[in-house]
Protein backbone atom coordinates (compact mmCIF):
# COMPACT_ATOMS: atom_id res chain seq x y z
CA UNK A 1 0.00 0.00 0.00
CA UNK A 2 1.40 3.42 -0.89
CA UNK A 3 0.16 6.56 0.74
CA UNK A 4 0.07 9.84 -1.44
CA UNK A 5 0.04 13.40 0.51
CA UNK A 6 -0.03 16.31 -1.62
CA UNK A 7 1.02 20.05 -0.24
CA UNK A 8 1.17 23.55 -2.05
CA UNK A 9 -1.84 24.68 -2.98
CA UNK A 10 -3.54 27.73 -2.00
CA UNK A 11 -5.08 31.02 -3.57
CA UNK A 12 -3.39 33.23 -5.74
CA UNK A 13 -4.23 35.64 -8.48
CA UNK A 14 -4.41 35.57 -12.50
CA UNK A 15 -0.85 35.08 -13.35
CA UNK A 16 0.60 33.90 -10.30
CA UNK A 17 2.40 30.41 -9.56
CA UNK A 18 2.05 27.71 -7.28
CA UNK A 19 4.30 24.24 -6.83
CA UNK A 20 2.55 21.29 -5.89
CA UNK A 21 4.20 18.41 -3.94
CA UNK A 22 3.48 14.81 -3.54
CA UNK A 23 5.00 12.78 -0.83
CA UNK A 24 5.02 8.75 -1.52
CA UNK A 25 5.52 6.43 1.20
CA UNK A 26 7.63 3.97 -0.54
CA UNK A 27 11.04 3.66 -1.55
CA UNK A 28 10.39 1.77 -5.13
CA UNK A 29 8.87 5.40 -6.18
CA UNK A 30 11.19 4.79 -9.09
CA UNK A 31 9.12 2.24 -10.45
CA UNK A 32 5.76 4.12 -10.70
CA UNK A 33 4.19 6.16 -13.17
CA UNK A 34 3.02 9.48 -11.80
CA UNK A 35 0.13 11.56 -12.70
CA UNK A 36 -1.58 14.69 -11.30
CA UNK A 37 -5.58 14.97 -12.13
CA UNK A 38 -8.16 18.07 -11.26
CA UNK A 39 -11.41 17.78 -10.44
CA UNK A 40 -13.21 21.37 -11.02
CA UNK A 41 -17.23 21.91 -8.78
CA UNK A 42 -19.44 20.11 -11.30
CA UNK A 43 -17.02 18.53 -13.50
CA UNK A 44 -15.17 15.06 -14.38
CA UNK A 45 -11.56 14.67 -13.06
CA UNK A 46 -9.17 14.95 -15.69
CA UNK A 47 -5.47 14.15 -16.47
CA UNK A 48 -3.29 17.53 -15.96
CA UNK A 49 0.07 16.03 -16.31
CA UNK A 50 1.76 12.69 -16.68
CA UNK A 51 5.98 11.29 -15.73
CA UNK A 52 6.38 7.67 -16.50
CA UNK A 53 8.87 5.84 -14.51
CA UNK A 54 11.65 6.60 -17.10
CA UNK A 55 10.91 10.38 -16.93
CA UNK A 56 8.65 10.39 -20.06
CA UNK A 57 6.39 13.58 -20.13
CA UNK A 58 2.82 14.54 -21.17
CA UNK A 59 0.42 17.33 -20.26
CA UNK A 60 -3.04 18.30 -21.48
CA UNK A 61 -3.26 20.88 -24.17
CA UNK A 62 -4.58 23.06 -21.65
CA UNK A 63 -1.48 23.33 -19.64
CA UNK A 64 1.26 22.77 -22.07
CA UNK A 65 3.85 25.77 -21.64
CA UNK A 66 2.68 26.26 -17.96
CA UNK A 67 2.88 23.62 -16.14
CA UNK A 68 5.60 21.35 -15.43
CA UNK A 69 5.76 17.68 -13.96
CA UNK A 70 9.02 16.65 -12.50
CA UNK A 71 10.03 13.34 -9.88
CA UNK A 72 12.82 13.29 -7.13
CA UNK A 73 12.92 9.39 -6.87
CA UNK A 74 15.42 9.83 -4.02
CA UNK A 75 12.60 11.87 -2.10
CA UNK A 76 10.19 9.51 -3.45
CA UNK A 77 8.37 12.70 -4.74
CA UNK A 78 6.57 14.23 -7.30
CA UNK A 79 5.81 18.31 -8.11
CA UNK A 80 3.86 20.32 -10.50
CA UNK A 81 4.93 23.59 -10.96
CA UNK A 82 1.93 25.70 -12.55
CA UNK A 83 2.73 29.28 -13.84
CA UNK A 84 0.11 31.57 -15.70
CA UNK A 85 -2.37 30.33 -13.82
CA UNK A 86 -5.86 31.42 -15.23
CA UNK A 87 -9.38 30.94 -13.09
CA UNK A 88 -9.69 27.72 -15.26
CA UNK A 89 -7.19 26.26 -13.62
CA UNK A 90 -9.09 26.30 -10.35
CA UNK A 91 -9.92 22.63 -8.95
CA UNK A 92 -9.01 20.46 -6.46
CA UNK A 93 -5.04 19.04 -7.37
CA UNK A 94 -4.65 14.91 -6.99
CA UNK A 95 -1.73 13.21 -6.89
CA UNK A 96 -1.74 9.44 -8.48
CA UNK A 97 0.81 6.62 -8.74
CA UNK A 98 0.58 3.92 -11.17
CA UNK A 99 2.61 0.70 -11.45
CA UNK A 100 4.40 -2.04 -9.23
CA UNK A 101 3.81 -5.49 -9.28
CA UNK A 102 0.99 -6.31 -9.38
CA UNK A 103 -0.36 -3.41 -10.85
CA UNK A 104 -1.81 -0.84 -8.91
CA UNK A 105 -3.50 2.67 -8.82
CA UNK A 106 -2.98 4.78 -6.43
CA UNK A 107 -4.91 8.69 -4.88
CA UNK A 108 -3.65 11.21 -2.98
CA UNK A 109 -6.97 13.22 -1.03
CA UNK A 110 -6.36 16.40 -3.02
CA UNK A 111 -5.17 19.92 -2.91
CA UNK A 112 -7.49 23.14 -3.39
CA UNK A 113 -5.90 25.27 -6.05
CA UNK A 114 -7.90 28.48 -6.12
CA UNK A 115 -7.64 30.90 -9.10
CA UNK A 116 -9.30 34.30 -8.41
CA UNK A 117 -8.83 38.05 -8.64
Known amino acids: QVQLVESGGGSVQPGGSLRLSCAASTTDFRIYSMAWFRQAPGKERELVARISAISTTNYRDSVKGRFTISRDNAKSMGYLQMNSLTPEDTAVYFC???????????WGQGTQVTVSS
Open 96 to 106: NAYGGKPLREY
